[in-house]
């Protein structure tokens, strides 16, 4: 069973995708970038950016019922691999140990700097 997570305070997907899809106990969340539920780029730093970017992750997380505390991976797309001690730092405000599996790779992203997937575990209700 696959069910589509809809959240509030992040921008709408601009495609044909969900911004989140639960299969059993795992979450498949969409790449999330640095923008508000309008839209528009927040920070004007890497940090700034980085963090939007884990709260849009969160939300969706939130919704389904988990957090990023639980990701089991996660995929990190930078601007340059320039950022990539200050990835890690932003990074451990919003995963937790054991840290989930990464990939981290540059890409050409047009107008921002960082965009993030990720695969998050959901506990069982008790």
Do not use: C, W
């Amino acid at each position: 069973m696959r069910e589509a997570i809809v959240p509030t305070g992040v921008p709408a997907p601009a495609g044909t995708y969900s911004a989140g899809v639960r299969a059993g106990n795992l979450l498949f969340l969409a790449g999330q970038g640095p923008f508000d539920e309008r839209g528009e780029r927040v920070g004007d730093t890497f940090a700034e950016q980085a963090r939007q970017t884990f709260r849009n992750l969160e939300a969706v997380a939130n919704a389904a019922g988990t957090s990023l505390r639980h990701a089991v991976r996660v995929g990190a797309y930078l601007s340059t691999l320039n950022f990539f001690d200050e990835f890690n730092e932003v990074m451990a405000e919003f995963v937790s140990e054991p840290y989930p599996a990464r990939t981290t790779v540059p890409v050409d992203l047009r107008g921002f700097d960082v965009e993030i997937d990720a695969v998050v575990f959901i506990p069982d209700e008790k």
